[in-house]
């Protein structure tokens, strides 16, 4: 197999990294894997590499939903099956590639939003919302800001008052929160679409004497370690899940896919939502 990771921008992807490498020893799967710092292009040259070595399979995490439909053709004109893992691409063509294993973004923007909506549910007063974004472009980014934005649609006391990109890591949650917290001192929330840059957020809270979870309240997705802690001590005040651990099914469809046999085109990783008393509980036991 020749996996193309996107980079190891966050404690998701790090965590997912690990699963891939240790289920492809414990399957007997050889595995051939770069890490592609987050950039498209060193994506695709690493699957144009793996075509090349004429790998049995081919699974990649798309950094960003478009661009693939070239190279994704080259596989298929060399016979090689590709997997979709964690992000999936916009390519209108599905004979681009096997299956998509992976998370349902939008479903995970509506979970956090319902939980702002119970929250406020007994509030007439304005909530004023600050959104750090994923990576542009890509599909976690677009789909958490939509299924966000539904499920908040049918209140008008929500306002995003600031949206902007902190590409997934904690640097760049730091740098957007203290530009926003200048821009709009009032912020009643942050809704941040991964914990590291949720963490990087109450840095800058911090700094700026402001209470995490309190004066300021944040949402966050994933539930990796760091966020489940902060989210244990109430600086977090609710975590949608994103599994990273999608290691053990990959092997198992790539196998399959090397057999022969037929696979769903779509695999959806199950995940849940953590409150702070949820984390304590869950936390002795979390793998990641
Ligand atoms: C989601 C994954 C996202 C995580 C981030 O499946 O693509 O990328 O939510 C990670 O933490 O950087």
């Not at 080259?74 to 997997?83: L, R, Y």
């Not at 590639?97 to 939008?106: A, E, I, K, R």
């Not at 760091?226 to 994103?242: F, P, Q, R």
């Not at 769903?264 to 990641?288: D, G």
Request: overall charge negative; charged content about 25%.
């Amino acid at each position: 197999m020749g996996f193309a990771q996107v980079g190891a921008e966050s404690g998701w992807r790090t965590a997912n990294t690990k699963s891939i490498q240790d289920s492809a020893k414990e399957a007997g799967v050889t595995l051939k894997f770069s890490d592609a710092q987050q950039k498209q292009e060193n994506q695709i040259k690493a699957i144009r590499s793996y075509i090349q070595q004429k790998v049995d399979v081919i699974a990649f995490s798309p950094v960003v939903e478009s661009g693939w439909d070239t190279v994704l053709n080259e596989a298929k004109q060399a016979n090689i099956p590709v997997v979709l893992t964690d992000r999936a691409v916009d390519s209108s063509d599905e004979s681009l590639y096997v299956t998509f294993l992976g998370s349902d973004f939008v479903e995970e923007g509506k979970k956090a939003g319902e939980w702002v909506a119970k929250e406020y549910t007994d509030s007439s007063d304005p909530v004023k919302i600050a959104q750090i974004e994923g990576t542009t472009g890509s599909a976690p980014a677009i789909d958490r800001a939509e299924g966000f934005k539904t499920a908040l649609a049918g209140d008008s006391k929500f306002e995003v008052v600031a949206s902007q990109t902190g590409d997934f890591t904690r640097a760049g949650g730091k740098q957007v929160m203290e530009a926003m917290l200048k821009s709009n001192p009032d912020i009643n929330l942050v809704y941040a679409h991964n914990d590291d840059m949720g963490l990087g957020a109450i840095e800058a809270m911090e700094a700026a004497g402001k209470v995490p979870g309190q004066d300021i309240k944040i949402v966050t997705v994933d539930a990796v370690k760091d966020g489940m802690t902060a989210l244990s001590e109430g600086k977090i005040n609710y975590i949608v899940e994103c599994s990273p651990i999608l290691g053990p099914q990959l092997m198992d469809v790539a196998q399959k896919v090397k057999a022969g046999e037929s696979v769903p085109k779509r695999i959806l990783t199950e995940e849940t939502t953590f409150t702070p008393e949820q984390a304590k509980e869950a936390l002795p036991n979390r793998q990641y």
